[in-house]
T-cell receptor, first 113, second 116 residues
Framework: DQQVKQNSPSLSVQEGRISILNCDYT??????FLWYKKYPAEGPTFLIS?????DKNEDGRFTVFLNKSAKHLSLHIVPSQPGDSAVYFC????????????FGTGTSLTVIP | ETGVTQTPRHLVMGMTNKKSLKCEQH?????MYWYKQSAKKPLELMFV???????ENNSVPSRFSPECPNSSHLFLHLHTLQPEDSALYLC???????????????FGPGTRLTVL
């Protein structure tokens, strides 16, 4: 039973425009969410996180939004750059579970120059 | 070396072979993890070690055997694997706050395993 879902396997965006990557979850106990970015032949790297006490967290060009009632989070990248082309994973965790994260299947983002 | 390293990067083995994957973290973390990533599937947590003790084993078959000799090293011993075990195996580390605090995990580049 997949608790974190990324329903879009791929996304193409023009350079300079906004990229929006979506993630849905089923477990209402999740209270911490992260986004990871993965380039080919490399491991995932941490990008940005948000706890359930917030509905928005911003870091430069990256903003994560959390809608707890809809069990939905999204990652906005603006403006998108060709170097942002990668696979993006969202992950979720429950307090006091020893850093056990549940990952989505990933969305492959291509930013077209 | 910096971050989290994994060796080998690629491994091809027969079903009767025994091999080991190695992970080393240079970040001073106290928790290490093994994940499996199969095609079109989410990362699956296999094992968690915190302070060198195994705290999580997500019903992984016994043909996978982890070993954590110290806080910097983690091994995954493989024996009698099946072709469906072919996947990318990722190691990660984090600083476990022990109080439910959240600390992101740092991943190695992975070992691409093919079982023939």
């Amino acid at each position: 039973d997949q608790q974190v879902k990324q329903n879009s396997p791929s996304l193409s965006v023009q350079e300079g425009r906004i990229s929006i990557l979506n993630c849905d979850y089923t477990n209402s106990m999740f209270d911490y969410f992260l986004w990871y970015k993965k380039y080919p032949a490399e491991g995932p790297t941490f990008l940005i996180s948000i706890s359930s006490i917030k509905d928005k967290n911003e870091d430069g060009r990256f903003t994560v939004f959390l809608n707890k009632s809809a069990k939905h989070l999204s990652l906005h990248i603006v403006p998108s750059q060709p170097g942002d082309s990668a696979v993006y994973f969202c992950a979720a965790s429950v307090a006091h579970t020893g850093n056990q994260f549940y990952f989505g299947t990933g969305t492959s983002l291509t930013v077209i120059p | 070396e910096t971050g989290v390293t994994q060796t080998p990067r690629h491994l091809v083995m027969g079903m009767t072979n025994k091999k080991s994957l190695k992970c080393e973290q240079h970040l001073g973390h106290n928790a290490m993890y093994w994940y499996k990533q199969s095609a079109k599937k989410p990362l699956e947590l296999m094992f968690v070690y915190s302070l060198e003790e195994r705290v999580e084993n997500n019903s992984v078959p016994s043909r996978f055997s982890p070993e954590c000799p110290n806080s910097s090293h983690l091994f995954l011993h493989l024996h009698t694997l099946q072709p469906e075990d072919s996947a990318l195996y990722l190691c990660a580390s984090s600083q476990d706050g022990g109080t439910g605090g959240y600390n992101e995990q740092f991943f190695g580049p992975g070992t691409r395993l093919t079982v023939l």
